[in-house]
């Protein structure tokens, strides 16, 4: 009887195959579930497939955003380096034209004090030959004023010697003119009287 069920089954087992395969207690049968199972896993493969496609994107993306974040700092930091070069170029030229304009700034003290020292000193030898020349000058004025009082006194001596000889002079001819009146006067009388002495008397 057991062998008997043994080879019942196995019968069955190939009619079975023939028309579709053994069905489970669902009612599905192999084949089906082989089908769904396929469908499955093609389902599973594709849904793979698309997520390993959006995961590979993805990280592409993200490593292109990383590339570009890498750029990006490159040329931050290269930008930084121009900046820190320009920079310090603009304070190396900046230093050297404060440098060359303090050069100039001295150079043109050094010159004007020079100039300066100069100017006082001419000022100095001005000065000093101006009060040379108003001392000479007061000098000379003095000398001026000296000879102009003894001109002054000198005509007014010779003024008096002067009018002294003219008076001693008047004072002479009016005593020669008296003198002379006398002898004239006397010479006529004594003329006058030989003329009489010398007449007949009547």
Same mark, same amino acid.
């Given at each position: 009887? +057991? #062998?008997?069920?043994?080879?019942?089954?196995? !019968?069955? #087992?190939?009619?079975?195959? @023939?028309?579709?395969?053994?069905?489970? #207690?669902?009612? &599905?049968?192999?084949?089906?579930?082989?089908?769904?199972?396929?469908?499955?896993?093609? %389902?599973? $493969?594709?849904?793979?497939?698309?997520?390993?496609?959006?995961?590979?994107? %993805? =990280? /592409?993306?993200?490593?292109?955003? =990383?590339?570009?974040?890498?750029?990006?700092?490159?040329?931050?930091?290269?930008?930084?380096?121009?900046?820190?070069?320009?920079?310090?170029?603009? /304070? %190396?030229?900046? !230093?050297?034209?404060?440098?060359?304009?303090?050069? !100039?700034?001295?150079?043109?003290? /050094?010159?004007?004090?020079? +100039?300066?020292? *100069?100017?006082? *000193?001419? &000022?100095?030898?001005?000065?000093?030959? @101006? =009060? *040379?020349?108003?001392?000479?000058?007061? =000098?000379?004025?003095?000398?001026?004023?000296?000879?102009?009082?003894?001109? &002054?006194?000198?005509?007014?001596?010779?003024?008096?010697?002067?009018?002294?000889?003219?008076?001693?002079?008047? $004072?002479?001819?009016?005593?020669?003119?008296? *003198?002379?009146?006398? &002898?004239?006067?006397?010479?006529?009388?004594?003329?006058?009287?030989?003329?009489?002495?010398?007449?007949?008397?009547?």
């Amino acid at each position: 009887v +057991h #062998g008997g069920k043994q080879m019942g089954g196995k !019968k069955g #087992g190939k009619k079975g195959g @023939k028309k579709g395969g053994a069905k489970k #207690g669902d009612g &599905t049968s192999d084949k089906d579930m082989a089908e769904i199972l396929k469908v499955q896993k093609t %389902s599973l $493969e594709t849904k793979f497939i698309r997520e390993e496609d959006i995961a590979n994107k %993805s =990280k /592409a993306s993200e490593n292109e955003i =990383k590339q570009r974040v890498i750029e990006c700092r490159e040329i931050l930091e290269k930008e930084k380096r121009e900046k820190i070069e320009i920079a310090g170029e603009m /304070a %190396s030229q900046f !230093k050297r034209i404060q440098e060359n304009l303090q050069k !100039k700034t001295d150079t043109l003290n /050094a010159r004007i004090a020079k +100039h300066q020292d *100069e100017i006082n *000193e001419k &000022t100095g030898k001005i000065d000093k030959l @101006k =009060k *040379e020349k108003e001392a000479k000058l007061d =000098k000379k004025k003095s000398k001026i004023d000296m000879l102009n009082k003894s001109i &002054t006194k000198m005509s007014e001596e010779f003024l008096k010697m002067l009018q002294d000889t003219l008076k001693k002079m008047r $004072e002479r001819i009016e005593c020669a003119n008296s *003198e002379f009146d006398k &002898t004239n006067e006397g010479n006529m009388r004594k003329k006058l009287e030989e003329l009489n002495i010398g007449k007949p008397q009547q």
